[in-house]
């Protein structure tokens, strides 16, 4: 549970990261409302970073880890909520959860890696314009992941300024993949122009269970040859828009009875059911080159019989997505302030197991101060080990380079936002999939 909720719209985040059902409290409901008119403009400039042979993106990638100390290198794996409409927005939200009063001073205070967007940072493409590009100047020595949930349809945290694409499931009942990704390319193209990298999408989970109080229709169906066909195709387009894509919930969340949200999911699939059920979304996201794979905070005792949900299982994240499955890029976790996650250990303890499981990136502890000290305070104490931390700053530094974002963020511009945004050929898109 949160701490306190003290603004308007705070509620939204009570649904997290991973989505729900429905639609967000505080937030636009996806659909409605039209785009407000751009509230201020930026300077022109190139949202497509120079091109860099394969020697020269290496060595941005060394050259930044070497530069870090260990607080800033912890500070990298963390991606939070954060309150405001503008990096210079005092919150009595941030002085409460994090001691700063303002975004921009959290980013500096916590070195952080990233950002996560909710509804209530939302207001109009030129003040989004404005609050990403001054949390990317708040980061003054590692641009930020800025990252959302844009899955379409029942998740979409920016629908009140973005085109109001179909949902996986409708698109998935058009058996076809190439509009799964025209939707994903389209949708990366809208948040890139926001300045926003990283989409929590597409949803890679099989939704067996009719009863499933959390996936449902967030799924592209309940076929696993269909839906592989289907994320693939999504991580495809999201990599044409030059947007991150992750691919959740693993090691999959569709035949749940159980919100993660307020409980811990069972999965009692055989291994030999995971594998002909489950895994084929993610192999297919991987051969994709999905960027970023996301972990659920359920329990699967047949690919690791600890009890520990999957988010907090080395067996399941290191063992069986790094190794057997053969992922490279970036593990995130699920919202660290979802009770999946939280049945048997406080909030530094759970942002430890994470790391120690092979999470990479953290994704938005309950209690932010406490798991970044935790995490420093184990790396001093040798229980994570300073290679095991340099792996995940690693990869969320290549990944950052992968997208134009190292070793400068490009500036996004209202004015060409404005003209990406809910454009004639993605309005179109959208039609064309609904018929």
Known sequence: MLRRIGTAGLL?????????????????????????????????????????SPQARQGAVERALAKMSVEEKVGQLFMPVLYGTAADTVSGENQARYGAQTPAKVIAKYHLGGVILFPHNIKGVG???????????????????????????????????????????EIGATKNPDRARAVARATGEELRALGVNLDFAPVADVNVNPKNPVIGRRAYGDDPARVSKMVAAAVKGF???????????????????????????????TKAQWEKIDAPPF??????????????????????????????????LTGLLRQKLGFKGVISTDALNMEGVRKKYNDGEIAVRA?????????????????????????????????????SVTRLLTLKQAKGYLPEAPAADAEKAAGVLRSTAHRKLAAQVTR
Do not use: W
């Open 12 to 52: 939204a985040i009570a649904l997290t990261a991973c989505g729900s059902g429905g639609s967000p409290a505080g937030a636009t409901p996806t659909g409605g409302g039209k785009a407000a008119p751009p509230a201020q403009t930026t300077p022109p400039a190139s949202q497509t970073a120079p091109q860099r």
């Open 355 to 391: 790391v120690l499981a092979g999470a990479d990136l953290l994704l938005m502890p309950n209690d932010l101060p406490k798991a970044y000290q935790a995490v420093v305070a184990a790396v001093k104490s040798g229980r994570i080990s300073k290679e095991r931390l340099d792996q």
């Open 239 to 269: 990599a044409e828009a030059k947007v991150a894509a992750t691919a959740k919930h693993f090691p999959g969340h569709g035949d749940t009875d159980v919100d993660s949200h307020t409980g811990l999911p069972v999965i009692k699939h």
């Open 127 to 169: 003040q989004v314009v404005g609050l990403t590009n001054g949390l990317q100047r708040a980061s003054r020595d590692v641009p930020l992941l800025i990252g959302t949930d844009q899955e379409n349809g029942l998740v979409a945290r920016m629908s009140a300024l973005m085109t109001d694409f179909p949902g996986a499931a």
């Open 283 to 316: 192999r297919a996201a991987i051969d994709a080159g999905v960027d970023a794979v996301m972990s659920a905070h359920l329990v699967f005792p047949k690919l690791d019989p600890s009890g520990d949900p999957a988010t907090l299982s080395k067996p399941i």
